[in-house]
């Protein structure tokens, strides 16, 4: 079974900064795309960024140029640096991944608990 655990979220004010990191643990094969998704109140979850194993990078147009995502594949964790943060990226913050169990099956997806990011104006 496999378990994603993020940390790192919190109360920040508008212009701070905040990093998640997301461990992935249990035994696999490997890990295909790592990332993460937020949800606000009242809102569908959306995209914020994705990193494939071979470092190729993907940002919601919203956090571009803010928020950096970077990845430890030794240690199957996935990171979210986010800077500047304004409150309309107050939050749920959800890792997701892309797991293999062997070589021969495709990938399964998984979510981790979330993680609350509330910026203050």
């Known amino acids: 079974q496999v378990q994603l655990v993020e940390s790192g979220g919190g109360l920040v004010q508008g212009g701070g900064s905040l990093r998640l990191s997301c461990a992935a643990s249990g035994i696999f094969f490997g890990i295909a795309v790592m990332g993460w998704y937020r949800q606000a109140p009242g809102k569908a979850r959306e995209l914020v960024a994705t990193?494939?194993?071979?470092?190729?990078?993907n940002y919601a147009d919203s956090v571009k140029g803010r928020f950096t995502i970077s990845r430890d594949n030794a240690k199957n964790t996935v990171y979210l640096q986010m800077n500047s943060l304004e409150s309309e990226d107050t939050a749920v913050y959800y890792c997701?991944?892309?797991?293999?169990?062997?070589?021969?099956?495709?990938?399964?997806?998984?979510w981790g608990q979330g993680t609350q990011v509330t910026v203050s104006s």
């Open positions: 990193v494939t194993t071979g470092g190729t990078l």
């Open positions: 997701n991944a892309d797991v293999r169990a062997n070589p021969f099956r495709p990938p399964s997806n998984y």
